[in-house]
């Protein structure tokens, strides 16, 4: 999880002694300003992410889970947005290569065991091995080749990035290799890139402005004797 703080400023104790006089107006006032502030942070995390990685908005919205706001009056005024969500397949991201499986035929015909080892015993089948994969997850890197990286589709019809590795199984008391298997290579979390320092600190500077202009609408509206 990533948590972003938006805090009070010094314009608060302006709000307190404009407000003074009018009964519950500056904890009204600040309350419906963290709103909006809060609203308005949560909307601009994704943009944040996307000025520094290379992901589309809606990887971002769909592997961004529950959003909690919480607010608290201690030290000031403060409300903590909390961020969760899985890791996004690297394959996602932009500059990734190639879109779908490709063979490299350039390279001949490889043998294969049913284990995975590349081997001449009889037990062996020949393919054309996998176009390398290429990827990065910064917008300001280029994608890069990833050693031993393919390009694979799963049955359920999932494309991803993929790596062969090693299995192995206990037998009487030993560890045996059992053949090998594809593990996904994955990007960051939303929680992850928020936590990104350029990301955080763009966030925060949006959190400060945001703020000091609603707190002053707020306590305007006050004076005037609107509710909202």
Not at 192 to 211: C, D, G
Request: aromatic letters at 6%; a positive charge; charged letters at 30%.
């Amino acid at each position: 999880m990533a948590e972003i703080t938006v805090s009070g400023s010094e314009r608060l104790e302006q709000a307190r002694a404009i407000l003074a006089n009018i009964e519950g107006g500056y904890e009204s006032a600040f309350r419906e300003a963290l709103k909006k502030t809060t609203r308005r942070v949560s909307t601009c995390a994704a943009t944040e992410i996307r000025r520094q990685y290379d992901i589309n908005k809606r990887e971002v919205k769909k592997n961004s889970e529950s959003k909690s706001v919480v607010y608290s009056h201690q030290l000031g005024v403060r409300a903590e947005l909390t961020f969760a969500g899985h890791k996004i397949p690297l394959h996602k991201f932009g500059g990734s290569a190639p879109a779908y499986p490709m063979q490299d035929r350039s390279r001949g015909r490889v043998p294969v065991k049913a284990d995975g080892d590349v081997g001449i015993d009889g037990t062996e089948h020949w393919y054309y091995p996998g176009v390398a994969a290429r990827g990065h997850q910064l917008g300001s890197t280029s994608p890069t080749v990833l050693e031993g990286a393919f390009v694979a589709k799963m049955p359920n019809g999932h494309i991803g990035i993929f790596r062969r590795i090693a299995a192995f199984k206990g037998h009487d008391g030993r560890m045996e290799r059992d053949g090998s298997k594809l593990q996904e290579i994955m990007g960051g979390s939303v929680a992850q890139m928020l936590e990104n320092e350029e990301v955080s600190a763009a966030l925060e500077r949006e959190a400060k402005e945001v703020f000091d202009a609603e707190i002053d609408k707020q306590v305007q509206k006050k004076l005037e004797g609107k509710s909202k």
